[in-house]
């Protein structure tokens, strides 16, 4: 199983796994621990990521950014009106109201939903995990805002399977950032005593966020959370309106006009804004050739900044004294305030955070990553293959809910009703059981209740069904379980409908039989017989009253079965049929799986062709220049010449009706150009193996007669050798001394030109066919010469402690000592032997 972690941002995204018992943050294919939350349309193909982001300033309305803001929105949604009015391409309103981004690719005219892009985002995250994992990544946590709603959280689950990832949660970025820091603290108070208090504030690209939350040895509680819209890209932006304004009276150009020297600009403001944050100093912003073939320059410095950017100061000091008060902590007991995001490295927001929570702020965390560490041991948590800490983890969530439902169908019951089911910040996951008096099919509505920041505060609608009035017409008792699951997701879980039902049932019932003394006494007196005896076996013992009486009553007992009547409750799940906001339906959702599958095929063979392309073009730039200087001597003069106009040809057709050639053309294109390439290389490569292997072989076959001499001639190292065995070899000599000099010959008849008749490799694999059977020959050990026997005993050694016929190192007995002789052994010896211990159970 995978353990990733994502941490999907409105600008870019950090992916973080766990693996060799730890989290580690992982870099894309283009070595970035981080990657652009974009996504870029070709002619043929998609690229995302790093890629997209670098190619949008040449097709700026086919690069897309900023969906995340836009999910589970309607398109008359102020927020996306807002955005619309920022971004370069085009945004529409679809069927049903969903924002939509036109375009004509592949041939066909399409309509994209912020769903499906992220998707598409997805699909690369995915990808990047994949190979970094190299296994199959399913099991996912993602991150999200904790403002997001209900209907927000819906559309990135969707998302999410539209890429075939399987969100195990939905974690929100505050809470994710609290476990990064809480899962490895040592030092926190154990569950009797007073918790520790820590304030998160996570300064993001579009949003800023706070949370208070409380830690316990093993636990994590969140207590509070506060938002507001203020991020890094509206300081960005306010950078960029200083400058419109000073470039429109200095340089006379309307900036706002031109969408793409907006976005030269939007990175030019983001790189002054990070050197601002380290340096109080007034600072040069240059940018050349940016409108109008202008260039422009300006400048800025912090307090001027600070300036620009108060009235956003403002609104994040309100959220913080929010946060603060909906907390119901003192600043007294907070322990710290830690901050992250990308923006929480100005001054300005720092002092802030002192300023209301009265300590300043850490960065213990990592300001970029601490999301996606988060997430991923969450994702560690839940998996069954990692052993994970014991930490407990108390999500809440932002807004209240109410339900809303009808009473028009109930009996004697008039007007709709109402019922806050959970208040702000109410622990999830939670479920709560609500119980409705109603006659027939009704439904209820979940909503955001109160003053909320929330764009539309309809949740959806849940019809019940197969209600009926009982017997006599009045309600049922119909009970409704309504939850708000791990990923904050609000809805109705089951209902179901308490029936009373009047069943006949046998019982055993027990009639007294006396079979014995019938006329003796009546039965009351017999009765009274029987308890005084009861209670006189009790002063002896229970147990004998309980056997005697147990004795008497069955023999004076029978059993006989009676019908009776009894009432009994059956409980009978009803159907829910929910329609919700941001969800897709199932139709929607398939379609969408569907499509972005076919993208992503279509991205990877459109890869693949182009890799192909690129080995086409690669190998015509490569042999082009060896053949004109290293492998020059190796070609013919005209077969050189033809070569290169094939080169030649082979690249005009690459550029030009080659452009979109399919794979297998180009696989056919670079088969054809290395027949004569290969050729050229293969001789160039046997001319300088060739010496080598020739010299080895004659080293070999040197050595091999020498030794045969050697033995021809008497010397003692070879007397052991077997003469057939050596004449093998002396023949085996002659033959390949004949086919060497032979292949010498020829060798030396060719010129660098023609292809060899004989390989180096073979030069090798002859000489070690020869020289394996020789050595095993001729290397023959000589055998082994048996020692002499050892000499027999001799009468003179009787009565001597012979012992040489025992093995080597084998301890000699010691003679028996007489305890007379030494008064301590003697006391040993006397000295009685203690029993052995013994293990008593």
């Known amino acids: 199983m995978s353990v990733v972690g994502i941490d999907f941002g409105n600008d870019s995204c950090y992916i973080a796994v766990a693996r060799q ?15 652009p939350s974009y996504v870029a349309f070709g002619e043929k193909a998609r690229s995302m990521g790093v890629a997209a982001k670098s190619a949008q300033n040449t097709q700026a309305k086919r690069t897309y950014y900023g969906f995340k803001t836009l999910l589970g929105r309607k398109g008359d949604d102020p927020r996306v009106q807002e955005e619309a009015a920022r971004v370069p391409f085009e945004l529409q309103q679809g069927e049903a109201g969903v924002v939509t981004y036109p375009l004509h690719f ?19 995250l995915k990808e990047i995990a994949e190979t970094a994992l190299t296994t199959k990544v399913n099991d996912v946590v993602i991150s999200c805002p904790s403002r997001f709603t209900d209907c927000e959280r819906r559309a990135l689950l969707d998302s999410a399977k539209m890429a075939g990832l399987n969100v195990l949660r939905l974690m929100n970025d505050t809470t994710a950032t609290a476990l ?79 969408k793409k020297a907006v976005l030269k600009l939007m990175t030019e403001a983001e790189k002054l804004k990070k050197l601002m944050a380290s340096n109080s100093n007034k600072l040069p912003l240059n940018i050349e050739c940016f409108m109008e073939d202008k260039d422009v320059k300006g400048a800025m410095e912090r307090s001027q900044f600070e300036e ?52 300043p702020p850490s960065t213990t965390l990592n300001a970029d990553e601490s999301v996606s560490r988060g997430c991923a041991l969450m994702c560690a948590i839940q998996s069954p293959t990692f052993k994970v800490r014991e930490f407990s983890v108390t999500d809440i969530q932002p807004f209240p809910i109410k339900l809303v439902w ?80 791990p990923n904050g997701v609000f809805g109705v879980a089951t209902a179901t409908l308490v029936e009373k039902h009047e069943v006949e049932e046998e019982v055993p019932v027990e009639m007294e039989v006396d079979d014995k003394d019938k006329e003796a006494k009546p039965e009351g007196e017999k009765a009274e017989a029987k308890e005084g005896e009861v209670k006189a ?40 049929s929910a329609r919700v906001q941001g969800a897709l339906s199932y139709d929607r959702l398939q379609a969408g799986t569907a499509s972005e599958a076919a993208m992503a095929r279509a991205d990877r063979e459109e890869a693949e062709r182009l890799n192909s392309k690129n080995s086409v073009e690669e190998y015509i730039y490569e042999i082009r220049g060896k053949v004109c200087d290293e492998l020059e001597d190796f070609m013919k003069p005209e077969d050189k010449n033809r070569f290169s106009g094939e080169l030649e040809e082979a690249e005009n057709w690459l550029y030009e009706d080659g452009e979109y050639a399919d794979k297998k053309t180009y ?99 002859e000489k070690e066919s020869f020289w394996h059977m020789a050595s095993n020959i001729l290397n023959k050990p000589k055998p082994k010469v048996e020692p002499p026997p050892p000499p027999p005993a001799d009468a003179s050694t009787e009565g001597m402690d012979t012992t040489s016929d025992k093995p080597e190192g084998e301890p000699k007995p010691e003679p028996a000592k007489d305890p007379a002789a030494d008064p301590s052994e003697a006391s040993k010896a006397e000295a009685p032997v203690p029993p052995p211990e013994m293990d008593v159970d």
Request: hydrophobic share 35%; with cysteine.
């Open 308 to 359: 620009l950017i108060a009235g956003d100061l403002v609104a994040i000091e309100t959220m913080l004294r929010q946060c603060l008060d909906s907390s119901k902590l003192k600043v007294e007991d907070i322990y710290s305030v830690e901050i992250v995001g990308g923006s929480s490295r100005i001054p300005s927001i720092k002092a802030l955070a002192e300023k209301v929570f009265g300590h």
């Open 667 to 765: 696989i056919e294109k670079l088969a054809t150009l290395r027949v004569t390439g290969e050729a050229v290389r293969k001789r160039r490569r046997e001319f300088e193996a060739r010496p080598e292997a020739v010299n080895q072989f004659g080293q070999c076959m040197q050595l091999a007669r020498k030794a045969v001499d050697s033995f021809k001639a008497g010397d003692e190292k070879f007397n052991h050798l077997d003469v057939a065995e050596v004449e093998k070899v002396q023949k085996a000599i002659q033959e390949k001394q004949d086919w060497f000099d032979r292949m010498c010959a020829e060798v030396a008849k060719m010129d660098k030109t023609s292809d060899p008749p004989v390989l180096a490799s073979q030069f090798v694999q």
């Open 537 to 576: 076996e009790a002063k002896e013992g229970e147990d004998k009253m309980e056997t005697e009486e147990a004795k008497k009553e069955d023999k004076n007992k029978d059993v006989k079965m009676e019908k009776r009547k009894k009432m009994v409750n059956k409980t009978i799940e009803l159907p829910v």
């Open 406 to 485: 009808d009473n028009s169908g109930a009996i004697d019951e008039k007007g709709p009703g109402e019922m806050e089911v959970f208040p702000a910040f109410h622990a999830v996951p939670f479920s709560k059981m609500l119980t409705f008096f109603k006659s027939d099919t009704f439904q209820v509505a979940g909503e955001y209740s109160g003053a909320t920041t929330v764009p539309d505060a309809h949740i959806g609608r849940w019809e019940v069904g197969e209600v009926r009035p009982t017997a006599d017409g009045a309600n049922q008792k119909v009970k409704v379980k309504v939850r708000i699951n």
């Open 180 to 258: 990064a820091y809480g899962i490895y603290k040592q030092d926190l108070p154990e569950a009797d005593k007073p918790p520790r208090n820590v304030v998160f504030l996570d300064v993001g690209h579009t949003g800023t966020q706070a949370a208070a939350c409380s830690f316990n040895k093993g636990k994590l509680t969140m207590l509070s959370t506060a938002g507001c819209s203020v991020g890094g890209r509206g300081f960005d932006e306010t950078i960029c309106k200083y400058f419109f304004s000073d470039f429109k009276d200095r340089y006379k150009l309307d900036v706002p006009a031109n």
């Open 106 to 124: 592949q041939g066909k005219n399409i309509q994209l939903s912020p769903e499906h892009l992220t998707a598409s985002l997805f699909t690369k």
């Open 21 to 35: 018992g730890g989290i580690e943050t992982i870099a894309n294919d283009y070595s970035m621990r981080s990657t």
